[in-house]
């Protein structure tokens, strides 16, 4: 009998300007070559948020002016995970940013997408819920609160 794997804790960033979303397209396993939103590990002593600037900064270039926390996901849950443990995921929205985006650390490339052209592309599961959730919320005008109903944001 193998011991349970420790939970693993990483963060994530939504940035969207003029209805497109800030991805990356991931450079390294697990799933390389997909695209998803900017983030990444949280490091021994850092919170959640300080971790979230760090991974914008490293994989993007960016910063940003405020974080809210949108959702935290357990991407154990995403169809196809390649997660042997639970890897919760606080998934935080940016707003304000600056600088210059820049593809960096394990991003192989960064792409602004809208949420169609996010659909057509390989993409993970709770990545395009994200995203659909914050187009709904913020364009349909309802409150910044995730729907609990949205499968891949449970």
Known sequence: MTAAQPPI???SLIC?????FLLV???REPWKGWL???GGRIEAGETP?????RELMEETGLMAEKLSHFVTVDLNQDSGSSYEASFYLAV???HGLTGEAVAGDDAAAILWLDVEEMAKARITESTLAAAREIVRLEDDGHSLTPDPATPALR
Do not use: L, Q, T, Y
Request: without cysteine; glycine residues 14%; hydrophobic residues 30%.
């Open 16 to 20: 969207r300007s003029d209805g497109r």
């Open 9 to 11: 804790h990483g963060v």
């Open 36 to 38: 998803a939103f900017p």
């Open 92 to 94: 935080f929205r940016a």
């Open 49 to 53: 948020e300080e971790a979230a600037r």
């Open 25 to 27: 397209e991931r450079g």
